[in-house]
């Protein structure tokens, strides 16, 4: 994919990649499509958004699960903020709808706590970096949308860490329904299969739509 | 219960209520265990836990069922802050064990859009004002361990709103691991059976553990 390599502009209609274990901020204005690409098929993308007003205001996973009365998004449903207010919508998903909205971004934290030794891509830090990068310093790292990322809850609210059942090239298309920062990280877990049983972090795509 | 009706210090082994509708800040010491009792029985509880030095360190959900790999705490779990450190322990529930952690905290925008006209009373603002009578700020209103709230999940990951199956006097005993400031709010929501079938919002009590 990567057809267009300047870190700074994306121009609308045009394909950009995330690189494997970073991520990207989009500004994304009121009524502009983001369509984001899972390439390879099985990389985890954590999702995040701020209003470009006021990044004290984001997409809220507690919100979002009190709203919809469910786990996860599906096509339609609206994506609030930390105040309840519509930020995006999730217009379509060519994907089989498994994503997670119950876990972290990984953090050193976590890499530490897993056994690895010394510095680790992170999804926090990722989050942090493609805001700093744009001039937005949030108030703390929200609970991502993580894309693609399959946790599924058992009937005694276990959790289990398994492989997307995406395929090469699903995609979802979310609506800003106000200029909004979003925020990709492709999720640099290399210790558990979360991005597919060979553990290998890969690249996402991205577009907003022309 | 409110044997002590001071409403700046709680002396241990003494019980205090916390009235419905209302929050209230308890400072707790590393060491020291809360008891927080459902003294009615089918009464909602939204905890929350800051690290008293730095209140930007709190009690995280997102990260909690991410290490516990499952979607509440029982018996004997550690509660991670955001940082994934130990902030408290569970180590003891006397009721069936049934509390919520996916859903926020009620706010002015949740009885709106449930139909409320003017004031109501929230968890959310609970938090702020509990924590402006200890001189706190935090820097945004994080998922509450919702105590007692009783949101099954079902297999196809929709939520329900159910009326607690606690009964009165069932208690939950938390070990501070560090200096931390805990909040309390009596949930006000009377528009769902979340607070039991007749929707009347009730007190809460607790106790520094002498």
């Known amino acids: 994919m990567a057809e267009h390599q300047d870190t700074t502009t994306i121009r609308p209609g045009e394909m950009f990649e995330i690189p494997a274990r970073r991520g990207r901020a989009i500004p994304v204005n009121k009524g502009q499509v983001l369509r984001i690409v899972n390439t390879h098929g099985a990389q985890v993308g954590d999702f995040f958004a701020f209003d470009a007003a006021d990044p004290a205001v984001f997409l809220s996973m507690e919100h979002l699960r009190a709203g919809l009365r469910r786990i996860s998004p599906r096509p339609g449903d609206v994506l609030p903020d930390n105040r309840r207010q519509p930020l995006m919508t999730l217009l379509s998903d060519s994907s089989p709808g ?36 744009v001039g937005v310093r949030a108030p703390d790292v929200p609970c991502p949308l993580n894309l693609w990322m399959n946790i599924p809850v058992a009937e005694d609210g276990s959790l289990s860490w398994r492989a997307p059942v995406s395929r090469p090239g699903d995609h979802v298309r979310l609506r800003a329904e106000r200029d909004l920062i979003a925020v990709i990280s492709c999720c640099p877990m290399d210790l558990l299969p979360i991005n597919g049983e060979d553990a290998v972090p890969r690249s996402l795509s991205a577009m907003i739509e022309g």
Chains 1, 2 share one sequence.
């Open 98 to 133: 498994v994503h997670d909205t119950l876990i972290a971004a990984c953090d050193i934290h976590r890499y530490e706590q897993l056994g690895h030794q010394g510095h680790h891509d992170n999804c926090a830090d990722n989050l942090r970096m493609a805001l700093a990068e």
